[in-house]
C-alpha cells in the first residue's frame, strides 16, 4: 500500500522519482494480501499487479533513500548495507517513539488494514513533500 501511495503522490506532482517495494521477509512473488488489495482499491489504488519482492543487498546499494515502517526493518536494511540512508517513515516525518513505527496489518481485520492505509497517507504526503523539496534543493 505504501509504494502505491507514493507512487501516486509523485505521479500527481509529475515528479521523476522512481518508487520501489521490497521486504525484508517478503515472499518473493507473493500477491498482495486481500485485506491490502481491498483497501487500496476503496482508496483508488491497484494493487492486483503487485508482486513482493525480497529486499536484497544489490536492491539497497542501487537505492538512494529507504524509507520503513519500523525500527526493526531499517536495522535489517542497515545489515544489509543502507546506512545513512534509511529512516523509518514517522522518524523521516517528525514523529518519534511508538508513533513513528506503522503497524503491519497482516492478518487483521479491514479496519486494521483501513487504519494502516490512513497513517501511512497522512505520513507518506509529508515524506512526499520532504523528498521533494530535497530534489528542488539539490537537483540531479
Do not use: C
Not at 483508488?44 to 539497497?60: E, P
Not at 523509518?88 to 487483521?108: H, I, K, M, Q, T
Not at 494502516?116 to 507518506?124: A, F, K, L, Q
Amino acid at each position: 500500500m505504501a509504494a502505491a501511495l507514493f507512487r501516486r503522490e509523485f505521479e500527481e506532482r509529475n515528479a521523476p522519482v522512481h518508487v520501489r517495494s521490497a521486504g525484508t521477509g517478503a515472499w518473493d512473488g507473493a500477491s498482495a494480501s486481500e485485506g491490502a488489495y481491498l483497501i487500496a482499491l476503496e482508496n483508488g489504488l491497484d494493487l492486483s499487479q503487485h508482486r513482493a519482492t525480497l529486499l536484497t543487498r544489490a536492491l539497497v546499494a542501487e537505492t538512494d533513500l529507504i524509507l520503513t515502517m519500523a525500527r526493526h526493518h531499517r536495522t535489517r536494511v542497515e545489515d544489509l548495507g543502507g546506512q545513512g540512508k534509511t529512516f523509518v517513515l514517522g522518524e523521516y516525518v517528525g514523529r518519534d517513539g511508538d508513533s513513528a513505527e506503522v503497524s503491519d496489518p497482516f492478518g487483521g481485520s479491514l479496519e486494521v488494514y483501513r487504519e494502516t492505509y490512513h497513517e501511512i497517507e497522512r505520513m507518506g504526503s509529508l515524506a512526499v513533500e520532504k523528498i521533494l523539496e530535497g530534489l528542488r534543493e539539490n537537483p540531479g
